[in-house]
């Protein structure tokens, strides 16, 4: 399974990087982060479906700090 | 009432304020950054909504740089107390409120020493003289209103900021009467810190204030608690907002402060600012006409101040004609304005001053009832 899931520290950093992703046509579901991966960040995440890899390197290019990457089986 | 204390706080506030307050009550009241249900990612955008309006409004460099605080003092009060460490030196104009001056005399028990720059009006070379020759060897941070609570006289900010820079020291701006007043661009100034309310030009509820970091050096938080974020860490976060902001938000307050700005970006910020300035000169131009009115700056206008004006009835007491305005409807605030230093640097300390801020709700016909009012309060006393 590829991953899916962009994970944040902050919920500010989070919906920021949600709306740097609408303004490229990457659409993004603002989540708290699964319980199983809370060790590495109590916050919040992004599940992205389509353009991952576009989707992480639009977040990092802007500045925003990430703290993992995962993937989740969300329904 | 005919309100004229906008400096104290803006009132009324534009409607979508307090719909905005009651849908956070009503419909949306959840933690925000708390929780995954509905309600709290509700919650959550609302803030962010508010963070990003403030952030474009002040061309920050980001939206977690806009930090939310209870008022301007507390956002005063972070940075001079979170940056200055013992045996520091800070350098204040001589117009500061007392949310600079009180942190400060505080501070002393920390050997941390500060100057009072000579604002001198209109003479902003003279100012910023006075600003130079009151920086040592080790000062850390100037702090300095943009205009003054009690005068309105604006101070040359771009400039101080400039001194700041060359002098490797930062740069702190009480904006508490100018933000959403007059144009503030963070992107074209030297300010390191920008302290402001969010109640007053700002247009938002009571409670709500805002301190924007313009600067890679992060005040100390002075408060330290649950931030919803990094939870399983027992040390503060360091993230911006977060570092600042522990225990739950004021979210209704800056629900209505999101509102609030909203309401100055359809209306136009230099609009509202030529409206307000016609109405300060209408006030100042017919006070000039009554022999027993003192007044104590030039005639206002874009350039040199906001719309602010202070004046006296001669042999009464400020809080006197604050009283008998008061009986015709009319509110405005007299006395110091807890601008001590102010009131010393106009020679208007023994009896303060009636003061008029202007707002985007006040009309003309206010100020000629205003008017009206005040040539019958000196005519009784004859």
Partial sequence: MENNLIMFNSVTFAIRSRDLLKNNKIDARLIRTPSHLRNRSCGYSLLIINRFDEAKSIILNNGIRITGVAAVDFK | MIYFDNGATTFPKPRGVSVAVNNVLQKYGANPGRSGHNMSLKSAEIMYECRKNLSDFFNASSPENVIFTSNCTSALNTVIEGILKRGDHAVISSLEHNAVVRPLEELKEKEITYSVAECVPYDDEATIDNFRNAMNERTR??????????????????????????????????????????????????????????????????????????????????????????????????????????????????????????????????????????????????????????????????????????????????????????????????????????????????????????????????????????????????
């Fill in chain 2, 141 to 382: 941070l100037v702090i300095c209103t943009h205009a003054s609570n009690v005068f309105g006289i604006k101070l040359p900010i771009k400039r101080i900021g400039a001194l700041c820079r060359l002098h490797g020291v930062l740069f702190c701006v009480d904006a508490a009467q100018t933000a959403g007043v007059t144009n503030i661009s963070l992107d074209d100034t030297s300010i390191d810190y920008l302290c402001m309310s969010g109640h007053k030009g700002l247009y938002g509820p009571m409670g709500t204030g805002v301190l924007i970091i313009n600067s890679d050096i992060h005040p100390k938080s002075l408060i330290q608690g649950g931030t919803g974020s990094l939870s399983y860490q027992k040390s503060q976060p360091e993230i911006l907002p977060d570092m600042y902001e522990s225990g739950t938000p004021n979210l209704p307050g800056i629900a209505g402060l999101s509102e609030g700005i909203k309401f100055i970006n359809r209306c136009g910020i230099e609009k509202l600012e030529r409206y307000e300035m016609r109405l300060a000169q209408m006030f100042y131009d017919n006070l000039c006409k009554i022999n027993s009115i003192e007044l104590y700056t030039q005639r206002p206008d874009l350039i040199v101040s906001v719309p602010v004006i202070s004046f006296n009835i001669k042999d009464m007491d400020s809080e006197d004609v604050a009283d008998r305005l008061n009986k015709f409807g009319i509110a405005v605030r007299a006395g110091l304005h807890c601008a001590p230093l102010a009131h010393e640097s106009f020679d208007t300390i023994d009896r303060g001053t009636v003061r008029i801020v202007i707002s985007a709700f006040n009309t003309d016909s206010d100020v000629r009832y205003f008017l009206s009012a005040l040539n019958k309060i000196i005519s009784l006393k004859k």
